[in-house]
């Protein structure tokens, strides 16, 4: 099992830059395929990016290609996702997640392990 806790959530203008953090607990960090989900008031949760086992491969919903990047860390047991060019519809709760799948997928239900999400708001 692990346990996942996001930061590095904000306020900030449209073109600017974040870049969220996702730090797990336990040893086992490595073995799991991590993701970043995000998620509007209303809305069903959407996939943004997902990176695999000692981070091989990467896959991008088509919304960020070109502007985020996610990438991995496992001596530090942490995931991230660095944000550039943001724009107002990137608004929302970040999330990050953790599954046993070895292959990428953008499916949340492909994912056990979520964190508890951090906010990030884009003002125009």
Do not use: H
């Amino acid at each position: 099992q692990v346990q996942l806790v996001e930061s590095g959530g904000g306020l900030v203008q449209a073109g600017g830059s974040l870049r969220l953090s996702c730090a797990a607990s336990g040893r086992t960090f490595s073995t799991y395929l991590m993701g970043w989900f995000r998620q509007t008031s209303g809305k069903e949760r959407e996939f943004v990016a997902s990176i695999t086992r000692r981070g091989g491969s990467t896959s991008y919903a088509d919304s960020g290609k070109g502007r985020f990047t996610i990438s991995r860390d496992d001596a530090k047991n942490t995931v991230y996702l660095q944000m550039n060019s943001l724009k107002p519809e990137d608004a929302a709760v970040y999330y990050c997640a953790a599954s046993m799948y070895v292959a990428l997928s953008s499916a949340p239900t492909s994912y056990a392990y979520w964190g508890q999400g951090t906010q990030v708001t884009v003002s125009s």
